[in-house]
């Protein structure tokens, strides 16, 4: 189970009795953390940081162990923060300063010198705030009682985020085939992306799939079409084009475990040894968490498969989508967002229908696919783009809503979106900030998740949502000389 280590500062200045009240407090409280959290990460607590070796064997601690995701720190006394600097400097995981105290309401009757130096976040927490942003480090501070709803809200959030940078530092990402030709926004600095994100981004012929498919039993095909068919309504009759299907799944799913990889990219443009581009395999992969890229898109691929991960355990839908085209009623535009077939199952309102269609695009045979109307609720567009000496996450608010009609005719899985804060100012801002026509629209996610996830890692973050203006728009042009 993911690890969330905790640390809490002090210092001997105050006597052995001082420190084991420290001890015992933090004790109680990570008992608490782990009565309330502990669904989804065990809370560990570590020695009290008394001078600089303890802070360094901690923070050694925290950034060697591969279950640890992260790391929430406190000052329970004060804690001079020149012990801390060498720990830090080894530390390697995200940070929770956690500026709290082990009591709610002041002792008024009762309290005393003793009282006050044994309790002073305050004060500690203000010593230890000041290394923090002089050796800027990336950090969350969440403030208050450590037993207030909002506070374990906040505490939650950052470990979903931690899970998600810890995943994203492991994840290996496949792309088959290089980016489509021509195409701009898709492409970037797999070099920086490893560095900036930890996705060993690499190349695979398609040869590789090919072959393993070609060792695919009959028996196992029997067993994917029964997953589909359990979850899916079969509304075509051609039944050995979603066999076909069947067995790219199968493929993937040996290829992924064999090589380690939680997302993986293809293109239409290079699918030789395949019948069909990969559809509904695609998309019921996708449903698993397995991120996905079409056209070579391998920055979504990866960037989708970590937001789901963020997403893991929440309410709501996470998933890769394309916009597509609008419906330009004054005032009541609206965004149709699909793909050309790879929507994930994930964004269901109604059961998927399978069929087989054609494509109109590679030349190959039509493919099987998932079509299905998408889910309704507040949310939000995510994406990354590189803008050549860094990357830009872009983040909207968008509010996902119920098809005005029904759409018989269009071959393809869809949700469909309203922009914010209304559509000339947020698609323009989307236009202006350079954000891609591939994204992940999340309805679990919110913008808080997305602004941790950009200041842990130290990237670029453009939002849109209500609060954006017209006069905004003109902070988001780019400078036209390079
Ligand atoms: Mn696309």
């Known amino acids: 189970m993911d690890k969330l280590y905790f640390v809490v500062g002090s210092q001997d200045l105050y006597g052995d009795e001082c420190l084991r009240q420290v001890a015992a407090d933090a004790q109680v409280m990570t ?149 489509m030709r021509e195409v701009a926004v898709t492409d970037g600095d797999r070099v920086e992306s490893q560095i900036c994100y930890g996705w060993e981004c690499n190349y695979y012929p398609i040869g590789d799939l090919v072959k393993i498919m070609q060792g695919v039993s009959e028996a196992e095909v029997d067993a994917k079409m029964e997953e589909y068919t359990s979850k899916y309504t079969m509304k075509t009759t051609k039944v050995e084009a979603v066999r076909e299907q069947a067995k790219y799944e199968v493929a993937l799913d040996k290829f992924l475990a064999q090589n380690g990889i939680g997302a993986f990219a293809d293109t239409f443009q290079d699918l030789y040894g395949l019948k069909q581009l990969p559809g509904i395999a695609c998309q019921n992969l996708m449903g698993k968490g397995i991120g996905f890229g079409p056209e070579g898109d391998y920055k979504i691929s990866a960037f989708s498969a970590v937001l789901m991960k963020m997403a893991e355990g929440r309410e709501g839908a996470t998933g890769f989508i394309e916009d597509y085209t609008y419906d330009l009623t004054s005032g009541q535009e609206l965004e149709l967002a699909s793909h050309m077939l790879e929507v994930p199952v994930t964004f269901a309102a109604t059961k998927p229908e399978i069929d087989v269609l054609p494509l109109g695009i590679g030349g190959k045979e039509d493919p099987a696919r998932l079509i299905f109307d998408g889910v309704q609720g507040e949310g939000i567009q995510v994406t990354m783009v590189d803008m050549g000496d860094h990357f830009r996450i872009i983040c909207a608010d968008i509010e996902l809503v119920k ?80």
């Open 403 to 482: 098809q005005p009609k029904p759409m018989p005719k269009l071959p393809v899985a869809r949700i469909m979106y309203r922009h914010k804060p209304n559509f000339a100012i947020g698609t323009a801002a989307w236009c202006y900030a350079g954000g891609a026509h591939h994204s992940v629209v999340s309805t679990a996610l919110t913008r808080a998740d997305i602004a941790l996830f950009a200041k842990l890692t130290g990237t670029e973050l453009i939002v849109i949502g209500d609060e954006t203006t017209e006069a905004d728009l003109d902070k988001l042009t780019a400078p036209c000389c390079r």
């Open 31 to 179: 008992d608490f953390f782990n009565q309330k959290l502990g669904a989804k990460v065990k809370v560990e607590l570590l020695p009290t940081v008394v001078n600089s070796e303890t802070c360094i064997a901690d923070l050694r601690k925290v950034s060697c162990d591969d279950e640890c995701i992260g790391v929430m720190t406190w000052m329970h006394t004060f804690s001079p923060a020149k012990m801390w600097i060498k720990g830090l400097q080894e530390l390697r995981k995200p940070l929770l300063h956690l500026h709290t105290q082990a009591n709610e309401k002041l002792p008024y009757d009762s309290i005393d010198m003793d009282f006050m130096n044994l309790n002073q976040a305050a004060h500690g927490d203000r010593e230890y705030g000041f290394i923090l942003a002089r050796m800027r480090i990336p950090h969350q501070v969440v403030a208050g009682f450590y037993q207030h709803e909002d506070v374990l809200a906040k505490i939650s959030a950052f470990v979903d985020v931690a899970r998600a940078i810890n995943f994203s530092r492991h994840l290996k990402v496949a792309s088959f085939g290089n980016n």
